[in-house]
């Protein structure tokens, strides 16, 4: 009955759980000679909780692109509220204010909805480790009750008349280029730093190396179009990095 009281019916999925959490509660409690003594929760902004996140896991997200940006409009939206006052509508208020006012596309906007979850979340977790005080923080997550928009990612493909036509009007060394693109499925880089005397194999009739972007071994049969411009071209290199700084 006790258990019933005070943690919930023995029958509750998760409730051996709650009674290890319970537990330690007291013990810490029974510790400090407060046992029976309500903890009180701390109040903190969201700029003091970006502050606290920053410190601690900084040195990590810094080396991940655009995330310093992230944390720094959650704090130019609703960095003077309180963590327990942020709910729902705020975060649909933040996604609305990113697009309106910064110009956000849907991709990006996400990401920076991403980091809201997360912050809540590190949060959360922090302080049942009690790594951090008591703090008061909504029931539940704010940003994870906030759908994020439909990504669609789009891809380009050139029809074959495209390519014909941006074939004729590409300077020679470009269009030798293109073409063994097109026949090698090979990256710009790899094209960039191939070497006849390293790179091609007469005797198997092979383009042979590593990828310069994985480091993936590659052999690729020389076709007729390959073989005409290795045959045509008398330099070492091919292209001559001709396409230095060009995705």
Known sequence: QKTKKYIGPASEAGILDKAHIELHRLRDQIRAGKLGQEVKAERWTVSKAIEIYWQREGVKLSKRSGVKTYIKRIGEFMGHLYLDAVTYQTVQDYRDWLVEEKG?????TNRHHEYVTRLFNVLKAW????????????????????KSAKEFWRKRVLSIEEFDKLVAVAPERLQRILVMAVHTLLRCKDLDGLLIS???????????????K???????PINGQVHSILSETEAPRLPQRTLKGRK
């Open 104 to 108: 956000c596309k849907d991709l990006n």
């Open 127 to 146: 302080r049942r480790y009690k790594t951090i005080p008591n703090i008061r923080l909504p029931e539940e997550n704010p940003g994870a009750l906030v």
């Open 198 to 212: 390293r790179n091609v194999n007469w005797n198997r009739n092979h383009l042979e190396g590593l990828q310069a």
């Open 214 to 220: 994985v480091g993936n071994e590659y052999v690729i």
